[in-house]
Nanobody, 122 residues
Framework: QVQLVESGGGLVQPGGSLRLSCAASGGIRSINYMGWYRQAPGKERELVAS???????NYADSVKGRFTLSRDNAKNTVYLEMNSLKPEDTAAYYC????????????????WGQGTQVTVSS
């Protein structure tokens, strides 16, 4: 089965930095999209940043200039570098990927990671 394994969350002070990683594994043949979403308590899940196989990125307005998303296609991994963190960035962060695998025939399917908590607090 396809799995997305996230790491790098934690507690950080305002103004600090964290780096999240998401590694995809399990019969993967191709990934055409990977992204990070976040969900704060009582709020809907929202897109933070996404990246295509070709490297085109898209960011939520709230994180532009502070977060940077990169991708290592050879490792099926994306990295979210988060700088100048604010208390409002506190949320559970989820990795999402659109994957063609040996389990999905000729179709790409979306998969989610289990989430990693980011808490920004002094």
């Amino acid at each position: 089965q396809v799995q997305l394994v996230e790491s790098g969350g934690g507690l950080v002070q305002p103004g600090g930095s964290l780096r999240l990683s998401c590694a995809a594994s399990g019969g993967i043949r191709s990934i055409n999209y990977m992204g990070w979403y976040r969900q704060a308590p009582g709020k809907e899940r929202e897109l933070v940043a996404s990246i295509t196989a070709g490297g085109s990125t898209n960011y939520a307005d709230s994180v532009k200039g502070r977060f940077t998303l990169s991708r290592d296609n050879a490792k099926n991994t994306v990295y979210l570098e988060m700088n100048s963190l604010k208390p409002e960035d506190t949320a559970a962060y989820y990795c999402n990927a659109n994957v063609l695998s040996s389990y999905s025939g000729s179709y790409y399917r979306f998969y989610w990671g289990q989430g990693t908590q980011v808490t920004v607090s002094s």
